[in-house]
């Protein structure tokens, strides 16, 4: 987690609960919670959220991290993979009532795992989501669309708007927009 991204959540949270942190105090919360990814951290706040009533102290939010389960998947990359450009994931556009909407799958090239809702062991956040996978849709894909520079852009200015959006999705535009303007 970037200091940037932490600092974005602890607007948020200061928000929350109508209390400020001194910049001093941000300054040693990163020092002892830059650690986590991004994504861990926002899991962290949302459990502080439904449980606490004033904005919790540093030892409280280390005291949550430790007491959830929490294992960092490592991806192993397993070569190129042309349909997915080496991130996991497809989206694609269904039609309802004459209307485009975009769904995500997970690429059958095995970078990302199948999310599964009703499988989490956990009765309270047990939920029946889930992400298909490129099998089970049927979806016959050769290669990925060329991307333009433009589209990136694009991807990037909107992505920029966001602040709750990992620094990891973030760095593969960047990455991609780097090659796409070499060539």
């Not at 948020?12 to 400020?20: A, S």
């Not at 409280?60 to 042309?82: A, F, Q, R």
């Not at 995500?104 to 992400?131: E, F, M, P």
């Not at 894909?141 to 990037?156: D, E, G, S, Y």
Request: hydrophobic residues 30%.
């Amino acid at each position: 987690m970037t200091f940037t991204e932490f600092k974005q959540y602890v607007t948020e949270m200061q928000n929350f609960y109508r209390q400020t942190l001194s910049d001093t105090e941000i300054e040693k919360w990163f020092s002892n919670i830059g650690f986590m990814s991004i994504e861990r951290f926002n899991y962290i706040l949302e459990q502080i959220y439904r449980n606490n009533k004033f904005i919790p102290k540093l030892s409280e939010i280390l005291e949550v991290h430790n007491s959830i389960p929490y294992e960092e998947k490592k991806i192993e990359v397993k070569g190129n993979c042309d349909k997915c450009d080496n991130i996991g994931y497809l989206l694609y556009t269904k039609m309802i009532n004459n209307r485009p909407y975009t769904y995500a799958c997970v690429c059958d090239c095995g970078r990302q795992q199948r999310y599964d809702g009703t499988k989490i062991k956990d009765l309270k956040h047990r939920n029946k989501s889930y992400i298909s996978t490129v099998q089970e849709l049927g979806i016959q894909i050769k290669a990925n669309k060329t991307i333009t520079p433009q589209q990136i852009v694009k991807a990037m200015n909107f992505l920029n708007k966001t602040s709750i959006v990992s620094e990891k999705i973030k760095e593969i535009l960047r990455r991609k927009y780097v090659e796409m303007t070499r060539k």
